[in-house]
């Protein structure tokens, strides 16, 4: 008997997206330039139109520019090594971070990492679209950035984001050379699409 073999994955953009969708990319590469006051507004901007449960908005920034050079090394101090290595040159760095309980009930609220997801896929779309790049990095000590920050225990910080113009692949060592020129490869819709019983 023949077998079907599906291909799973695939490198390139298969149905129509949007321009900010096709470029957006975490890059580790950055440009020394600053991010405006006005284009730092932009990004939260961006951030506070995502939906979330009940509206309650759980996210939380906290950002620190390169001309903040000890809240900036507050927020660095905390990354994990294999991080630090490349987002020592992002001008931008900002904590994202969820209030654990809803305001209307201080009941725990599950949806807010989720939510939280959501403000900054919309914050990294803007980014794009205003020509910087955002790499997320969950690889952070937690417990450090609490301390540096005095983040209370209403909220947890959830994912550190490395901002800035991108820079050029030869700025970086490896193995981080390669990898920002490499595809980028995605599931097809075959893996995680269905349009019958599961
Ligand atoms: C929640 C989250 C945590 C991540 N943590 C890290 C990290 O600690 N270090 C890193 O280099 N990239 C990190 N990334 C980036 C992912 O590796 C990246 O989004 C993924 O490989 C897809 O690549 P793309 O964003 O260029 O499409 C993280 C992304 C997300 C959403």
Same mark, same amino acid.
């Given at each position: 008997?023949?077998?079907?073999?599906?291909?799973?994955?695939?490198?390139?953009?298969? &149905?129509?997206?949007?321009?900010?969708?096709? =470029?957006?990319?975490?890059?580790?590469?950055?440009?020394?330039?600053?991010?405006?006051? =006005?284009?730092?507004?932009?990004?939260?901007? #961006? *951030?506070?139109?995502a939906p979330?449960?009940?509206?309650?908005?759980?996210?939380?920034?906290?950002?620190?520019?390169?001309?903040?050079?000890e @809240?900036?090394?507050?927020?660095?101090?905390?990354?994990?090594?294999?991080?630090?290595?490349? #987002?020592?040159?992002?001008?931008?760095?900002?904590?994202?971070?969820?209030r654990?309980?809803?305001?209307?009930?201080?009941?725990?609220?599950?949806? #807010?990492?989720?939510?939280?997801? *959501?403000?900054?896929?919309?914050?990294? @779309?803007?980014?794009?679209?205003?020509?910087?790049?955002? &790499?997320?990095?969950?690889?952070?000590?937690? =417990?450090?950035?609490?301390?540096? @920050?005095?983040?209370?225990?209403?909220?947890?910080?959830?994912?550190?984001? *490395?901002?800035?113009?991108?820079?050029?692949? =030869?700025?970086?060592?490896?193995?981080?050379?390669?990898?920002e020129t490499?595809?980028?490869?995605?599931?097809?819709?075959?893996?995680?699409?269905?349009?019958?019983?599961?």
């Amino acid at each position: 008997m023949e077998t079907q073999t599906i291909e799973l994955k695939s490198n390139t953009i298969e &149905h129509p997206v949007f321009a900010e969708i096709r =470029e957006r990319k975490s890059r580790r590469a950055y440009l020394p330039t600053p991010v405006s006051g =006005e284009t730092i507004k932009s990004l939260f901007e #961006a *951030a506070r139109w995502a939906p979330s449960s009940s509206n309650e908005q759980p996210w939380a920034y906290l950002y620190a520019t390169k001309d903040q050079p000890e @809240l900036w090394e507050k927020i660095f101090d905390s990354l994990m090594e294999g991080n630090k290595f490349w #987002a020592r040159e992002a001008p931008l760095l900002v904590v994202s971070m969820v209030r654990k309980n809803f305001l209307k009930n201080d009941k725990p609220n599950g949806s #807010a990492r989720f939510d939280l997801g *959501a403000a900054n896929a919309f914050l990294s @779309l803007q980014a794009t679209h205003l020509g910087l790049n955002v &790499h997320q990095m969950g690889g952070f000590e937690k =417990e450090k950035i609490i301390r540096n @920050l005095n983040i209370p225990d209403t909220h947890e910080p959830v994912v550190v984001l *490395a901002i800035g113009y991108p820079g050029t692949p =030869e700025q970086l060592a490896e193995p981080f050379k390669t990898r920002e020129t490499a595809p980028r490869e995605r599931f097809t819709q075959e893996f995680f699409v269905m349009n019958n019983t599961f």
